[in-house]
């Protein structure tokens, strides 16, 4: 009777056992995290603009400097002094999803080291404006004396919905090196 009774109560506590192992959460992959206290997300303090922002090289003869690239269009981060190095860019207010345009901002520029702003324009990114998509732009000519490496840049806007005094959204990279704005002596294959 006590074998019995000993091989019930085991029974019954594998079984209990597997019960509760079945019903844990399985694991997250690596590097994934369960939101919570620890990871809020959306955070409180989100930021109020998504930039998606590419540096291509010009077509030929849009440089005033007479150089360019051999392919147009081309994004890349490494330019030559002398050639034209062109911005496009897409911002969305992340509240509302909404992709701000030329009639929702009251200001965007362009803040390149040693240079007054350059105020960014507005328009369609193709030869047909019904059918190209539009986009923030702007093309510099790097003058042939500008200093040689990285180019700490940031794009700067201000929407007509940022209500409070002084606010504003800022883009700027990543610093890391290889990814960054970087003038160079000459220029690299495409």
Known sequence: MKKLMFLVTGIAA???????????????PYG???????NPWPSKSALKVSFFVETVTA????????????????RTNFFPRRERIV???????????KVIEAA??????????????????YGPHGRDPLVAPWNW???????????????????????KSMKERGEVATFKEFPLAPEQLTI?????AL
Do not use: F
């Open 14 to 28: 594998l079984a209990l056992s597997a019960a509760a192992t079945a019903a844990e959460t399985p694991p997250l």
């Open 32 to 38: 994934q995290v369960v939101p919570g206290p620890t």
């Open 59 to 74: 077509s030929k003869n849009e440089s005033v400097w007479g150089l360019w690239a051999n392919t147009a269009c081309t």
């Open 87 to 97: 911005w496009h860019i897409t911002m969305v207010e992340t509240k509302t999803g």
């Open 104 to 121: 929702d901002v009251k200001y965007a520029y362009l803040k390149i080291p040693g240079l007054p702003n350059l105020k960014l324009k």
């Open 137 to 159: 732009y702007y093309g510099w000519d790097v003058p042939p004396d500008y200093p040689l490496g990285l180019v700490d840049y940031q794009i700067v806007v201000k929407t």
């Open 184 to 188: 160079v002596t000459q220029r690299t």
